[in-house]
């Protein structure tokens, strides 16, 4: 009974929009801990599905279902008290689509079918839409539109890839039911051809969701624009989710021994990816939006990754994961930073390393994992992925890779330190009358805390399953 | 090796400790000092017995399932742990007077803490065996060390500093991730062994790109931009241990990367040897340059990695033209300047930390007669100026010999030897006459003369740990002037973990000539007894009197009519006027009867001016122009998503 | 006989695509795209899929949410907020005309191209789908209005359906459910937020929605 | 041994001697009688016998100055062979620690310059500071010819013995560049004309006169014999670079070293007296040409060796 999973917070989230707001909160953390058991038990015994051929357990699945609930929990906390510092309008539609948003997440993660894979991911656009929204602004209106059209275009694209695929099946004339389970040891069969096509479309598809560049423009906006546990959400979970999807796909594509093709596609859009990411983060203004940038520098990094194959692969797994962990945490410690100067401009921040002691330990903290530094996962993952783009002989790649590293960096410690340090902008509003309640604090910590002890120790059952994710994908550890 | 672990356990955990109770100021200071130092002796007594023994130590941690955290501890790591326990030691027991007068406390316990943590990861880097654990203690060091530097980060130039070094390190970080990614497409596994392997080309890119990494951590020109920032904007205790230690850790990077490349052709060593003379010569230009006394040792420490380089550049010549005595030589004449650059310039950075602390100004034109006031300080920092200038008979002296017996090994040979020989020869003399000059500058602006300014003026050198310290480095100094031998036998068991392929280097002609230096050491005080006894014979009951200086005929001479640092330095500045730049700003003098005017004077570093004209604005501006990308018009987004499709169509 | 019906519709369709092109009015527009739902879902009748009970069941709910609920929730859209109804083009009509002209055609040259096997011989079939595709893009791309923009977007799932119809027999209608259900839902949030739109901006102009970017 | 260290004590002895031999040619060259060729004698004397002024501002380096720079000269004197006897003392390497007991000699001279606050020494030590960086280069690029010539590190190698007319034998035409080199460093680190004047009256021209303005008695006697011990160490080489002998007859040997020696001194005061001191800026150019020259010679040895 693998549907349990999501349908929990499904009904939970539609509880949620006729409960009273604090009910509501309660119910979140609730359904947080719940879905974390739930998945924690999904790990030990895995369970079949009830529909089997829509839904079963794959590794890949898995890791991101932990990662979801594990983060979702957390948030949950952070976001019981922000909710109750910042008064929302309508608040029930906010908490009752976080948990719609997660149930379809859950959803992608456990889903097997095509179609069905399709279908959720379009859900979480729908589910999350109303997220970005929330603040009623004329700015969140437009992110949100934007949020929309774009992703529901670029997943329309997905679905015609996946009719593609279809037709590959077709074309071949094998009959297996369409799951990824099922393709992938008759992938050699397929029609390479509609193959080839079904897997562009479906990479630019859900690229865009993923945030790939050039599809990446709604990216910056929805993050900007959404509240911050909501943006941790999106930027956490949902790009890794639609990174499941191409992930998937890829695995048909090796079965089918066109690696090469997807490889080189994926090795593009990486680079792409990174060195939009390296435009704006020079000289970025907005910190969320840097964050938002930083995250598709880090999606560029995964499909990099993913592309370069070898070692690279295991390098861009443990990158989604650790990206997740520090990322959410990073826009958690944003969120504390909003409402302690009340603006989004870097330029009116500054010094919060005597304003908000503890809400700078996590920013810097997060700002050092993401960048790569020990003793934070994202290091070793990027180790991996830079050493196996060589192992492979993309040297002009690796040294693209290296160098828009650099630059990023370079641009992103530059807004930090201003962040962090810079007194000048200490005509801000005093953030004085903001107290760092250790609610506001300690998820952050908690998450930078799993991130560190991942980078040195992973539990065997975790490992086990990221090198069967890694294998199923053609990658390896040597 | 689990003594060493304990140790480096000890030293993280007073950080910690001072952490945790950071409340009770005193009591987290005193803490962290104590375990810190505890633990810096333990090590170092550890680190001591492994280099005496020629022990190898392997120690295997499982590390992500798979992989491996491999420490060894050979000849040279332990040789390297002596120095970096040795002045870590002395700069914990230093820091304990001088720290601890700044308002936050929870600031001076954040700065213990990774004082510790830099310190352990120092100590792990140059044990290191395998990729993982060296990039790892590596990117430990740069972020540890980071959080020291911006430990005023109220001040603006501070900051900048610290965000310099951060960027630097960071991508020196990425130099050395490349190099081993060169060497893991060869040899397919992430340990230190079987690169000797590599095909000739791969070994070239692997070289240069470490050498680039390990060379901007190191402080070599043109990467040592961020140096001169960095190194004055720590607490001077940090400044000690960074410009004393923490870029030698560059230097041990190279030789490592040297020895496990096995590299034989003989470019490299020319190039080493190059970038040793520039960064040799320009480092003291620019020392002699600078007002600032904490910047003028930090671009000093430049030229010693210069000098360094030079000697591990002779060694190599030796080594690629079969000369094992010049290679030797060479290595460990560079191997022992290290020891020796990490005593005087910590020595130094101790001095100047004293003076900064009691006058509160780190301008060299603003000091003048401290030696009256301080006279421990002065005698020390004296003996630290005596020691860098390479004088006799200051270990100085002695590390320099080795290196020029070295470069003299190789006038010995032929074409591109023999040319390399004689610049490195040349240059290294220009070298010391030029640090003669900058050294001679500090003392005599510095420490003698008269007050220039109120900051100066009666101050007293009280904080009994920070003398003791720095006494310590001095007598050191001497020490090793005078009697080199057994530290110089701690460098050759450092050079033959480089096993160069001569079997086991014979210690008698080594010991010949630290013999001669001791002689003539002795040969020399003995004269100076001598003379010493002569003057004071002919003084006994002289008349002395005091009285004010000789004005040369001018009767009211003032304290601002001394001869500045500025002034001192400006024709030596002037014949290297193309790589250093003097900019002069002054209002010209008008009317009758002239108004006060001021006059201030810059030399710029070219390095730093390219790199901002050369590679920051570049950058920019290409980015600049891709902004136009997120345009805010949905219908082009949309348009983004149909071109990726139609591109991507093209390929299948 | 069932093939001639087949090749009408989809000639029709491709009528409509032209008009889309060059119509200014939203209404029409509207009236195009429910037009254009009722084809594409009874298409599958005509075209030899097996026609169980649940096909049926499932071609009647299709019939229902492309023909009559998505063209409803939109035109309820307008009216509520009485959006003017002029598309507000980026690229004139003439000029759009002669582009849908050119789409066509090349639509139909490529169809001939990569020989598909339609599960029937309907020659337009495959032709109308990808022109519907294209005009579901143009319409995003060269329309200011939202409203527009929104049609676009459901001409473009409409495309994608009929292309579906075309080459596949194995899409199970449960599924195929799920998807119609999505765009339901997708195209609801889009109406939702139009009336946004227009109550912050009290226009439906995207030139307004450019305030976020570098 | 014994007569090494004979000979050691008569150098000091004789140094100030042939140090007014300079000023009698000069005053010769101006047409006048001169001092006596004692007068150096007689000045130290006085001095000895003199107490001291200290100024106020002066530490304890002030008093250190003379010393160390004196025991300096007097140390390196003892590496050095003197008429073709082997010297005092002498190891492989000697040069390299003699070129730097100079400098530390330099080093205390400056210091105790800098220690009297006095802007015209501190203009002096600035400038003391300055010249011998390229008289240092100079001097190892002549070290690099010689080593190139015999493989040895010791002035022993060089001039005791037949090292010398081992020299000539073996380079030839090139020693004379070193022998001009040699001299234009003898000019600089001594401070005579065309780098300085010591016999000059305005403080704002002097080099090494100027930095010794505050020191009095005993300790200016120290100084004075110091620079008389260093000028006859580089006239000494110069004289046994020129006359290559070898030491068959050890009274022949001596008389030509000394003959020779105030041949150089002679020459000397003859510069002084025909040539006017350089501008302060035109002074490294001409310290570079000694390193020109001695560069030269290597490079043209370099044929005829290998």
Known sequence: MVEIVFLTPFITGLLAFVLPRTLGRQLLVLTGVVHLVLSLLLWKNKPDAFFTGYFSVTPEGMLSLLVISLLFFLISIYTKTYLEHSNLPSENIFTGFMLLFLSTMTMVTLSDHIMVLWIAIEATTLASAPLIYTHRSGASLEATWKYVLICSVGIAMALLGSLFLTLAMDMAKVDVPMSFSALTPVAELLDPLWLKAGFVFILVGYGTKMGLAPMHTWLPDAHSEAPSPASALLSGVLLNCAYLGIFKTNKIMVAAGLHDFSGTILIVFGLISILAAATFILKQNEYKRMLAYSSIENMGIIAFGTGIGGIGIYGAVICMIHHSLIKSSLFLSSGNILMGYKDRLIANTGNMAQHMPKTFVAFFAGFAGISGFPPFGIFIGELFIIVGAFRAGHYVAAGIFIASLCVIFAGFANQVMKICFDPSAAAAPEPARFSEKASLVWPQYILLLTSLILCFFIPDALYQTIVDAVNAIGGGLQ | MNQFFAALVLIVAGGFLSLVCARQQTFSKGIAVLLISAGCLWGLVYAMTQLLGAHNHFTTFQYLNIFALTCKIDGLSAFFLVVIFMVCLLAAIYSFHYMGHSLSPVKDAANYFFFGLLIASMALVVTAANMITFMLSWEIMSLSSFFLVIYNYHLPENRRAGYLYFVFSHVGAMFIFAGFGIIYKYTGNFGFGAMTALPETAKVWAFFLFFVGFGSKAGMFPFHVWLPHAHPAAPSHISAVMSGVMIKTGIYGILRIYMLLDLPAPVFGYFVVAAGVVSGILGVVYALGQTDIKRLLAYSSVENIGIILIGMGMGMVGVSSHNPLMAVLGFSGAVFHVLNHAMFKSLLFMGAGMVLHKTGTRSIDALGGLLKSMKITGMAFIIGSLAICGLPPFNGFAGEFFIYMGSFKGIGLDQAPFAMSIVAIVSLAVIGGLALACFTRVVGIVFQGEPRTKAAQNVKETGSTMLFSMGMLAAGCIIIGIFPRFFFTMCLTAVSALNLGYARIPVTPFELMTGHITFAAFVFLLVVLVVAGVRSFFYRNKPVFRSGTWGCGFTQPTVKMQYTGSSYAFDIIGFFRPAAPLTEYHPPVTGRFPQKTHYKSHVADIAERHMDSAVVRPVLYLFDKLRWIQHGDIHLYIGYILLAIILLLFFI | ?214 | MIDSILLWLTAILTAPFFSAVILKVKAFFAGKKGPPLLINYYTLIKLFKKGSVYSTSTTVMFKLGPVVSCATALTVLLFLPIAGHNPVFSFNGDVILILYLMGLGRFFTIAAAMDTASPFEGMGAAREAYFPIICEAAMFMILIFFFRMTGELSLSAYFSGTGSLALWQLAGAPLLFIVIAFFIILLTENSRVPVDDPATHLELTMIHEVMVLDHSGPDFALIELGSFCKLFFYAAITTQLMLPLDAGIPGLGLVVFFAGLIIVYMVVGAVESAIARYRMDKVPQFVLISFALAFFATIITLELIT
């Open chain 3, 1 to 214: 006989m069932i093939l001639d019906t087949v090749d009408t519709l989809s000639s029709l369709v491709l009528l409509s695509v032209l008009f889309a092109f060059g119509s200014s009015r939203i209404p029409a527009l509207i009236k195009v795209i429910a037009f254009q739902g009722v084809v594409v879902s009874i298409v599958p009748f005509f075209i030899g899929h097996d026609m169980g009970t649940g096909g049926m069941v499932f071609t009647a709910a299709t019939l229902v949410i492309r023909g009559i609920l998505i063209p409803l929730s939109l035109h309820i859209a307008i009216k509520k907020v009485a959006i003017q109804r002029d598309v507000s083009p980026v690229i004139g009509y003439h000029a759009s005309i002669f582009c849908g002209l050119a789409l066509i055609v090349a639509a139909t040259v490529i169809s001939r191209r990569l020989n598909i096997p339609s599960i029937s011989d309907a020659q337009l079939l495959f032709p109308t789908a990808i022109s519907l595709l294209v005009t579901g893009m143009f319409l995003l791309m060269a329309r200011r209005n939202a409203i527009a923009m929104v049609i676009g977007y459901i001409m473009l799932e409409n495309g994608i359906y009929l292309m579906g119809t075309t080459f596949s027999v194995r899409a199970l209608h449960i599924v195929e459910f799920g998807i119609l259900l999505d765009v339901l839902a997708g195209v609801m949030i889009m109406a939702i937020i139009l009336q946004n739109i227009k109550q912050t901006f009290d226009d439906v102009d995207t030139t307004l929605l450019r305030t976020l970017k570098e």
